[in-house]
Nanobody, 122 residues
Framework: QVQLVESGGGLVQAGGSLRLSCAAS????????MGWFRQAPGKEREFVAA????????YYADSVKGRFTISRDNAKNTVYLQMNSLKPEDTAVYYC???????????????WGQGTQVTVSS
């Protein structure tokens, strides 16, 4: 089992920045690729970004490419999502997740956090 706890969400104005953190415990963190997903009200959960176990490979959704950066610190068992130039359409609950391999599909991820709310005002 891997337990994941997100933090860092909040209310920010459009154009602002937030950094989300996801702390992992349980099984060896650096055995897993990590991803961030988000779910807006009335919409399906969608892929945001993913990072390989080593941190050497990253994937991004087109909607966040160039604005968001995923990173990880295996010594701290933590993955981050730096979000810059935020837009109102980025408003959602953000979830981190762990997978045995790098991917972008929800069904590839075995473990999920409880989510953290990000609200971007216009």
């Amino acid at each position: 089992q891997v337990q994941l706890v997100e933090s860092g969400g909040g209310l920010v104005q459009a154009g602002g920045s937030l950094r989300l953190s996801c702390a992992a415990s349980g099984r060896t963190f650096n055995n897993y690729a990590m991803g961030w997903f988000r779910q807006a009200p009335g919409k399906e959960r969608e892929f945001v970004a993913a990072i390989s176990w080593s941190g050497g490979i990253t994937y991004y959704a087109d909607s966040v490419k160039g604005r968001f950066t995923i990173s990880r610190d295996n010594a701290k068992n933590t993955v981050y999502l730096q979000m810059n130039s935020l837009k109102p359409e980025d408003t959602a609950v953000y979830y981190c997740a762990a997978a045995p391999g790098l991917g972008w599909r929800l069904d590839e991820y075995d473990y999920w956090g409880q989510g953290t709310q990000v609200t971007v005002s216009s």
